[in-house]
T-cell receptor, first 112, second 112 residues
Framework: AQTVTQSQPEMSVQEAETVTLSCTYDTSESDYYLFWYKQPPSRQMILVIRQEAYKQQNATENRFSVNFQKAAKSFSLKISDSQLGDAAMYFCGLNRDDKIIFGKGTRLHILP | DVKVTQSSRYLVKRTGEKVFLECVQDMDHENMFWYRQDPGLGLRLIYFSYDVKMKEKGDIPEGYSVSREKKERFSLILESASTNQTSMYLC???????????FGSGTRLTVV
């Protein structure tokens, strides 16, 4: 069985600060892909970042970066210089067998 | 810009009605997916399709069916709507297995 766990249902961060969202997963495979998606109040799910498991280097997209610890099966998302527009639900996803399994999500609040 | 379009943003239906949720993508993607999103439960996969006329059950297919007669269109059918099918329904597509999804903007269905 494969699972994706996001242990923080909600988090808050002060504007311009850095926040890290946690995600752990379980898989018996050695080759897989991991994703972080953002869902703002508009409901449109947006791909934030993608990580290939066989790549050692952590993926980065502007202010968004991941800390990928393959042995620990951990895939956390770091948002630097938080902005009001970062307020959203964030979903971690694990791809296997041609479909993505998602965690339950973390709601991120940005405090002005 | 590539697009996944869900025909209705909000929908209210009566118990027992047959309900069609339509999803169209303009990217010539092979794979299409239907998820439902509920608070505290995240996104759960209902059905998916690898190609025209192909369909696979996801984690929660009971009470649903799908149709994919053309590559660009993937319909979710609630054969006899019930109140426990009140939810947000998200359609997604992607070109091949290891890419992230492109999502539609969701249909919020209320069954009364």
């Amino acid at each position: 069985a494969q699972t994706v766990t996001q242990s923080q249902p909600e988090m808050s961060v002060q504007e311009a600060e850095t926040v890290t969202l946690s995600c752990t997963y379980d898989t018996s495979e050695s080759d897989y892909y991991l994703f972080w998606y953002k869902q703002p109040p508009s409901r449109q799910m947006i791909l934030v970042i993608r990580q290939e498991a066989y790549k050692q280097q952590n993926a980065t997209e502007n202010r968004f970066s991941v800390n990928f610890q393959k042995a620990a099966k951990s895939f956390s998302l770091k948002i630097s210089d938080s902005q009001l527009g970062d307020a959203a639900m964030y979903f971690c996803g694990l791809n296997r067998d041609d479909k993505i399994i998602f965690g339950k999500g973390t709601r991120l609040h940005i405090l002005p | 810009d590539v697009k996944v379009t869900q025909s209705s943003r909000y929908l209210v239906k009566r118990t027992g009605e047959k309900v069609f949720l339509e999803c169209v993508q303009d990217m010539d993607h092979e794979n299409m997916f239907w998820y439902r999103q509920d608070p505290g439960l995240g996104l759960r996969l209902i059905y998916f399709s690898y190609d025209v006329k192909m369909k696979e059950k996801g984690d929660i297919p009971e009470g649903y069916s799908v149709s994919r007669e053309k590559k660009e269109r993937f319909s979710l059918i609630l054969e006899s709507a019930s109140t426990n099918q009140t939810s947000m329904y998200l359609c997604a597509s992607r070109v091949w297995a290891n890419y992230g999804y492109t999502f539609g903007s969701g249909t919020r269905l209320t069954v009364v």
